[in-house]
């Protein structure tokens, strides 16, 4: 059984660098652990060094693809609950990332609320037994 932590501890993955630190000073605001990176690669780097209950993770990504970001992810760590976002009508891609063992999509951009409400179920998710 995983051992319960005071906070839920987040990555937060997408080449959008303000978005990125407004969302995370947001997250961590309201009791989140949060991480981020600009790149998938750095991602991948950040995951190999912490781990994480759940991650956010833009589809859209100049370096890599959100879709091979997440089997990376996975392979890394079957456990982590990845939440997908998804902008410009890209639906097919988060529904294929589905797929591939991502939790669930949510399109940008999205309400904080929102965004909240499926972290914290993700985690739910992840506690499990």
Known sequence: ??????????????????????????LT???LEVSKADTGSQ???????????VAVL?????DMDGI???KIFKKMDSQLMVIMLTGH????????????????YLTKPCELEELLAKIREAYQARTRV
Not at 43 to 53: G, N, T
Not at 58 to 62: G, T, V, Y
Request: proline content about 0%.
């Open 29 to 31: 605001k309201r009791g």
């Open 58 to 62: 833009d589809l859209k990504m100049e």
């Open 89 to 104: 009508g890209s639906e097919k891609a988060a529904k294929e990332g589905m797929e591939f063992g991502a939790f669930d």
């Open 1 to 26: 059984m995983q051992e319960r932590r005071d906070r839920i501890r987040v990555l937060l993955v997408d080449d959008e660098k303000e978005y990125t630190k407004v969302l995370s000073n947001r």
């Open 43 to 53: 991602s991948i780097q950040i995951l190999r060094k912490e781990d994480f209950d």
């Open 68 to 70: 091979e970001v997440l």
